[in-house]
């Protein structure tokens, strides 16, 4: 079974600094994603990691996949504001012909002023 | 955004009745998803689609029931709801292949008395 740990679940940081939140999964997987979520809304793609040692970045978002060790990592540089939110990564699972995504807790980001 | 739309946004019913949310997409997408969104479990999917009449169960499929009659609908029904049902619940589609990015409706909360 396939399961997907992300930590920390919850941060509060202060503007201008940087951190990362981990994603662990426990087997073999083709794919990675990472998406945002706002409190009461939707949920908003940010990226999807195909092969090992992929890396994206957008603005001040940089998401990694290492696939051997079974991690993602996404690094928040000199936070803002405006990334206060909910960030899950979620990996594919193909299991009997059957194919869903299987999904982390999500890590809520509080980034104060 | 995607064209995804669900119906209805919000909603309150009593345990034991019948309920059915709507997706709508005007994407074109062949695969689309229903999700339950729950504090502390990320998302966990229902059922899915991979064409019209063509439906899979999820991970969390007891109690729900699924149809796809048209390309751009997707119902999902809780034949008799229960109080565990509360929930936020989201549609997501994809294609044309089941490993694309799934982009996300805007949710239906769903309130089980």
């Known amino acids: 079974e396939l399961k997907v740990e992300q930590n920390p679940l919850f941060l509060s940081m202060q503007e201008g600094k940087n951190y990362t939140i981990y994603c662990n999964y426990s087997?073999?997987?083709?794919?990675l994603y990472w998406y945002r979520q706002d409190p009461g809304k939707s949920l908003e793609s940010l990226f999807v990691l195909l092969s090992n040692g992929a890396v994206k970045q957008e603005g001040r978002l940089m998401a990694s996949l290492d696939t051997k060790a079974r991690l993602s990592t996404l690094h928040i540089t000199a936070a803002v504001h405006d990334l206060s939110a909910t960030y899950f990564c979620?990996?594919?699972?193909?299991?009997?012909?059957?194919?869903?995504?299987?999904w982390g807790a999500g890590t809520k980001l509080i980034i104060k002023p | 955004d995607a064209g995804i739309t669900q119906s209805p946004r919000h909603k309150v019913t009593e345990t034991g009745t019948p309920v059915t949310l709507r997706c709508h997409q005007t994407e074109n997408h062949r695969y689309m998803y229903w999700y339950r969104q729950d504090p502390g479990h990320g998302l966990r999917l229902i059922h899915y689609?991979?064409?019209?009449?063509?439906?899979d169960k999820g991970e969390v499929s007891d109690g729900y029931s699924v149809s796809r009659s048209k390309t751009e609908d997707f119902l999902l029904t809780l034949e008799s709801a229960t109080s565990s049902q509360t929930s936020v619940y989201f549609c997501?589609?994809?294609?044309?292949?089941?490993?694309?990015?799934?982009?996300f409706g805007p949710g239906t909360r769903l309130l089980v008395l």
């Open positions: 979620a990996v594919d699972m193909i299991e009997d012909s059957n194919y869903q995504l299987i």
């Open positions: 087997t073999t997987s083709d794919r």
């Open positions: 689609s991979y064409g019209v009449k063509d439906t």
């Open positions: 997501a589609i994809s294609g044309p292949s089941f490993q694309e990015t799934q982009y």
